[in-house]
């Protein structure tokens, strides 16, 4: 793996196979009573997070911790920055005190890939703006691939506000990466415009018609709408969204019982996702969770420990 993890760029589909056997390894750690490796003893990790999280933020502190790690968690509120400091000064500055990694959430898209630049700590893009989230498709390949098996030929649907999603963009360059067929659907208003070249990818597909694609998905992803990035009407109505988009009851009916749901989180129940499908037996919704502590801790380790504890 390179020294940074910014986008699925960084990572092959050999890298993303040594990370799945290492977060397998994790997982089993997750398990015992004491929940403790002493990998990366001596080694500091900072979350900076600008934007909001519960289980991104969180799992990476578990991560950094089971692995021994000192981790500190600095939030855009409380810091310097809502003092008008600018984001070169606060990265720079908690560097200086010697940290070993920088996971970082950032409005804007680009952020991780600059302050890379800036700094000599290992950085990992925890989302920028509504560009990527590496370890977020990370862990979505591994809970699937826990799940239905090797992903190779398998056809994963993407549904929902996929303009405002960096899970998306990271999803597919990874699925495709690992030889799964994807089918993005959304609205065409939150089709992103950017994604026709995608089409020209071998098995990349687009659809705005959710009932075509459900029957012959062997996994569907259901991703929120993101009220927050919108600045206008994106659709009607949320009704209106829930009839064309959203994973109802009926839908869940069409779907085969052993085809997993994921949703990465914070889920908007009733909107893009009913209760039932929610919470239905073939829902991966908190292994998903799980997986993250195990798939971050796969992270951290090799890239601040895995070249010279290989
Ligand atoms: C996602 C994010 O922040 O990009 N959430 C997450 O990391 N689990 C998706 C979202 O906010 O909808």
């Given at each position: 793996m390179r020294k940074h993890?910014?986008?699925?760029?960084?990572?092959?589909?050999?890298?993303?196979?040594?990370?799945?056997?290492?977060?397998?390894?994790?997982?089993?750690?997750?398990?015992?009573?004491?929940?403790?490796l002493p990998a990366l003893r001596g080694r500091t990790v900072i979350n900076l997070f600008f934007e909001d999280s519960t289980r991104t933020r969180s799992s990476f502190e578990i991560a950094g911790k089971w692995l021994s790690a000192d981790t500190i968690n600095i939030t855009g509120k409380g810091s310097s920055a809502s003092k008008g400091e600018s984001l070169r000064d606060t990265v720079l500055t908690i560097c200086a005190m010697g940290v070993d990694a920088l996971v970082m959430r950032h409005a804007a898209s680009g952020a991780a890939h600059q302050v890379s630049q800036w700094v000599d700590a290992a950085?990992?893009?925890?989302?920028?703006g509504t560009h990527e989230h590496p370890s977020q498709a990370l862990l979505d390949a591994y809970t699937l691939q826990r799940r239905i098996g090797p992903l190779e030929g398998r056809h994963v649907a993407i549904v929902g506000d996929l303009t405002h999603s960096r899970v998306f963009r990271s999803n597919v360059k990874l699925l495709l990466k690992l030889g799964a067929r994807v089918t993005a659907v959304a609205p065409p208003t939150l089709m992103p415009s950017g994604v026709t070249p995608w089409s020209q990818a071998d098995g990349f597909a687009l659809s705005w018609d959710l009932d075509e694609v459900l029957p012959t998905a062997d996994a569907v992803m259901m991703l929120r709408v993101q009220k927050e990035r919108m600045s206008g009407g994106f659709f009607p109505t949320p009704r209106e969204y829930t009839v064309g988009y959203g994973l109802t009851r009926d839908r869940l009916g069409v779907l085969g019982p052993d085809v997993p749901i994921c949703h990465p989180g914070p889920m908007n129940r009733g909107l893009e996702i009913a209760a039932d499908a929610a919470d239905a037996a073939q829902s991966v919704v908190l292994d998903q969770v799980s997986a993250g502590v195990a798939v971050r801790m796969a992270i951290l380790y090799h890239l601040l420990a895995g070249e010279e504890n290989a």
């Open positions: 993890l910014l986008s699925i760029d960084d990572v092959s589909a050999d890298d993303a196979a040594t990370l799945f056997a290492t977060a397998a390894e994790m997982h089993d750690v997750q398990h015992r009573e004491v929940k403790k950085v990992v893009n925890a989302g920028d």
